[in-house]
């Protein structure tokens, strides 16, 4: 098992920048694909952007050219840097750690989460 703790999460105005962090402890980290997640007020959980083992990312269209997911082995830390924010990437954002297959950006294909950090994007 794995567990993981959110943190960054703030209020920014629309053009802003955030860089969430995501520490893990307990299983071995490199061994997880690893996700962001964000849950909208009123709306179903959706995946932001994953990377695996192998370093390979996938980003959701929504935040591509905006954000970046990376990692620190060492830490045991997954980062997401969020740039040129938008109000309607105000969300719940969570970790995630599980298996990339069969959908890397499926909320279903992890195990384990994270308690969440909010993001509020003002206009």
């Known amino acids: 098992q794995v567990q993981l703790v959110e943190s960054g999460g703030g209020s920014v105005q629309a053009g802003g920048s955030l860089r969430l962090s995501c520490a893990a402890s307990?299983?071995?980290?490199?061994?997880?694909?690893m996700g962001w997640f964000r849950q909208p007020p009123g709306k179903e959980r959706e995946g932001v952007a994953s990377i695996d083992s192998d370093g390979e990312i996938e980003y959701a269209d929504s935040v591509k050219g905006r954000f970046t997911i990376s990692q620190d082995h060492a830490e045991s830390t997954l980062y997401l840097q969020m740039n040129t924010l938008k109000p309607e990437d105000t969300a719940m954002y969570y970790c995630?750690?599980?298996?990339?297959?069969?959908?890397?950006?499926?909320?279903?294909?992890?195990?384990?989460w994270g308690q969440g950090t909010q993001v509020t994007v003002s206009s």
């Open positions: 307990g299983d071995t980290y490199s061994s997880y694909c």
């Open positions: 995630a750690a599980g298996r990339c297959t069969p959908s890397p950006l499926q909320p279903d294909t992890y195990a384990y």
